[in-house]
């Protein structure tokens, strides 16, 4: 089987800035992994590699089997980026036939999979309602069933659960887990710990560095630790003890 997204030796930056050094990621079909680290650690920065959309400084990614960057891939990744960007004086169904059309899915498949993507995040009763009129939490849900609509075998989804309710959360992640039933890769960001919990398997990133990755079981007996939390504190614990000592 080959893996989704393949990452070796990857560094990266911009100028003499590194921002990422050393990263290693295999992600298969059917797994999903959380990205977790404090703002500026690296996470966006790498799932921007990972999509394209900056060049590797050094190191090899490949996602379904091709070398990044490559624009023939982004068709079939569903993006969901941490800033909302929609069109606020359009209708949500406006916005989610729009953004359908322009991944490349026919309007006839497009209104087939519209109520099933809205019903997953709960907007199917607030579909005609100009987006501008949405609150955070329902810009964010919204975000996400475009990113479901094209049914790609990649999900990057980037903070997805930041400003919504515990109960909704629960519900998107009852469908995440069935889309990776069916065999999808999702990656995602997080700083939300309930969330790393629910993935396959975690990369803790700090400073540009993983500092720990692994599946959350495996991470919580090698760190003989009750939660994932704690493995991030003392994973950080670790890393600054080898930079004095380097």
């Given at each position: 089987?080959?893996?989704?997204?393949?990452?070796?030796?990857?560094?990266?930056?911009?100028?003499?800035?590194?921002?990422?050094?050393?990263?290693?990621?295999?992600?298969?079909?059917?797994?999903?992994?959380?990205?977790?680290?404090?703002?500026?650690?690296?996470?966006?920065?790498?799932?921007?590699?990972?999509?394209?959309?900056?060049?590797?400084?050094?190191?090899?990614?490949?996602?379904?089997?091709?070398?990044?960057?490559?624009?023939?891939?982004?068709?079939?990744?569903?993006?969901?980026?941490?800033?909302?960007?929609?069109?606020?004086?359009?209708?949500?169904?406006?916005?989610?036939?729009?953004?359908?059309?322009?991944?490349?899915?026919?309007?006839?498949t497009l209104v087939q999979r519209?109520?099933?993507?809205?019903?997953?995040?709960?907007?199917?009763?607030?579909?005609?309602?100009?987006?501008?009129?949405?609150?955070?939490?329902?810009?964010?849900?919204?975000?996400?069933?475009?990113?479901?609509?094209?049914?790609?075998?990649?999900?990057?989804?980037?903070?997805?659960?930041?400003?919504?309710?515990?109960?909704?959360?629960?519900?998107?992640?009852?469908?995440?887990?069935?889309?990776?039933?069916?065999?999808?890769?999702?990656?995602?960001?997080?700083?939300?710990?309930?969330?790393?919990e629910e993935a396959s398997q975690?990369?803790?990133?700090?400073?540009?560095?993983?500092?720990?990755?692994?599946?959350?079981?495996?991470?919580?007996?090698?760190?003989?630790?009750?939660?994932?939390?704690?493995?991030?504190?003392?994973?950080?614990?670790?890393?600054?003890?080898?930079?004095?000592?380097?």
């Amino acid at each position: 089987m080959t893996a989704t997204i393949e990452v070796q030796g990857l560094q990266q930056g911009y100028g003499k800035t590194v921002v990422l050094h050393d990263i290693d990621l295999t992600v298969m079909p059917g797994e999903i992994l959380a990205l977790i680290g404090p703002s500026g650690a690296g996470k966006t920065t790498l799932v921007s590699t990972i999509m394209g959309m900056l060049r590797p400084k050094a190191g090899r990614v490949r996602v379904l089997g091709r070398a990044v960057p490559d624009r023939a891939l982004l068709a079939r990744i569903g993006y969901m980026a941490q800033t909302d960007a929609l069109y606020t004086t359009l209708s949500a169904r406006e916005n989610l036939m729009f953004f359908g059309t322009m991944m490349g899915v026919d309007r006839a498949t497009l209104v087939q999979r519209l109520p099933q993507a809205t019903a997953v995040v709960n907007l199917d009763q607030a579909l005609d309602q100009a987006v501008g009129d949405y609150s955070g939490g329902m810009k964010r849900r919204l975000s996400l069933a475009i990113a479901l609509l094209a049914d790609p075998p990649l999900l990057i989804l980037d903070e997805p659960t930041v400003g919504i309710d515990p109960e909704l959360r629960q519900q998107i992640w009852v469908e995440l887990h069935r889309l990776a039933d069916e065999g999808k890769t999702i990656l995602l960001t997080t700083h939300v710990m309930e969330d790393a919990e629910e993935a396959s398997q975690l990369m803790m990133i700090r400073g540009g560095a993983a500092i720990a990755q692994g599946t959350p079981a495996a991470l919580l007996a090698a760190y003989q630790v009750d939660s994932i939390e704690q493995v991030f504190l003392k994973a950080g614990r670790a890393q600054d003890a080898h930079n004095r000592h380097d």
